[in-house]
């Protein structure tokens, strides 16, 4: 399931007169195509100054290289499920490339041992209106991630001339990117400074990751993380506003290793966001929200705690709330989170659900391991009301 079918794009002649063959706008309406991530020849990720990896448990040193063919079968197999749901719902699945992870990158200004995976499409590319943009990326072994998509953003990009593709600044990664002495801050100091919003790149160079981005129409908004920072936000501002997009940060104080929005700040329809009870924004973040009518409803308590995740998993129980929607009244989640059906359920949602536990240890759950690239559907302003307006 991994590899696609070459024959199958369509051609420019047949998609002239529809929709652009990269068309999204926001993260609900109809997914009619998407990514769909494999874990096809997949690495642990290694320790670098933007990245610290540990057992969970504290189990001894965090293994290094390629990781074993039955942990990589699993989760494929959670994968393969995925793509399959998502067919059997009328939505054309494309996979990556495979790339051979385990190989190690010499570049001027750094090094990495071994690269990652290709698991979390949504981390390092996005689809905005039909504008495919690659991620700057924050971390050494993910630098080259990219490529494992560039069979896809070429058929994409040849078979359709309204078709924008866009590469961000590549940062150099040496190591004044990062502020290494991020790692080692007593964590009453962390509470003490978290309205500093530094993490562990620093801001001098543009840097970002597509899944800190969430894309509600006319209005995209960007966390600051551990993955994106104010000189990251500010390129895409500049890159975003001439096509009439209001890019605005967004920040969640109280995660103290913020990173990819997407366990923290979920639209599912217009009118409605799941937000992390944990997690919440920022003092005065949420009034464009309230003033233009939407509402934020807190996802409940994940049914596995942070001590049950799985041993080499660096994301948080969060994962939880990683859903994907296929429709504004349809939603794919993760099979175990029974309370979280029951609250989708209640908000008038059908809920699909696939086994993903498998997928956990490389990143994320349903929205990271999917790249969306064409959703029914145009650029809305949702956000009428910007009294508040607090995009400066
Ligand atoms: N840092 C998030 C958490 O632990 C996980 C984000 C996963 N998202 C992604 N797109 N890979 O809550």
Not at 80 to 99: M, Y
Not at 206 to 212: I, K, M, Q, R, S
Request: net charge negative; charged share 25%; with cysteine.
């Amino acid at each position: 399931m991994t590899t696609n079918d070459p024959g199958s794009m369509e051609t420019p002649q047949v998609e002239r007169s529809r929709t652009p063959v990269v068309s999204s706008w926001n993260e609900w309406d109809p997914l009619e195509e998407v990514v769909v991530g494999s874990a096809d020849g997949a690495c642990f990720e290694p320790t670098e100054p933007g990245c610290r990896p540990t057992v969970r448990g504290g189990g001894g040193a965090f293994p290094t290289g390629p990781k074993p063919a039955e942990m990589i079968a699993r989760a494929n197999e959670e994968l393969d499920g995925l793509a399959a749901l998502l067919t059997s719902r009328g939505v054309r699945v494309r996979r990556p490339s495979t790339v051979d992870f385990a190989t190690a990158v010499s570049a001027p200004t750094f090094d990495v041992a071994n690269q990652y995976c290709a698991v979390c499409p949504r981390d390092v590319i996005v689809t905005i209106g039909s504008e495919i943009i690659e991620a700057t990326m924050s971390r050494r072994a993910r630098y080259f991630e990219f490529l494992a998509y560039r069979d896809l953003v070429y058929r994409y990009w040849n078979s359709d001339d309204r078709v924008r593709w866009t590469t961000a600044p590549r940062p150099s990664m040496r190591d004044e990117m990062y502020r290494e002495e991020f790692w080692s801050i007593p964590l009453e100091e962390r509470y003490a400074r978290m309205h500093s919003f530094e993490f562990c790149i620093s801001q001098d160079e543009v840097v970002f990751d597509a899944a800190d981005m969430s894309r509600f129409g006319r209005d995209v908004f960007v966390q600051e993380s551990m993955t994106t920072n104010r000189a990251g936000i500010r390129w895409l501002r500049r890159h975003l506003e001439p096509q009439g997009i209001r890019v605005r940060p967004v920040h969640f104080p109280l995660d103290l290793f913020p990173s990819h929005i997407d366990c923290t700040f979920v639209p599912l329809r217009p009118g409605l966001v799941l937000t992390n009870p944990d997690r919440p924004l920022l003092d005065g973040e949420d009034r464009l929200f309230i003033e233009n009518g939407w509402k934020l409803v807190n996802a409940p308590e994940p049914t596995t705690g942070n001590d049950g995740m799985p041993r080499y998993c660096q994301s948080s129980k969060w994962l939880s709330m990683n859903v994907l929607s296929i429709s504004p009244t349809e939603v794919i989640c993760e099979e175990r989170e029974t309370p979280l059906h029951a609250l989708l359920d209640s908000l008038g949602f059908e809920v699909l659900t696939v086994p993903f536990r498998h997928v956990f240890e490389y990143g994320g759950s349903l929205h990271c391991a999917t790249w969306d690239v064409r959703r029914t559907g145009t650029m809305e302003d949702y956000f009428p009301d910007a009294s508040s307006d607090q995009a400066t």
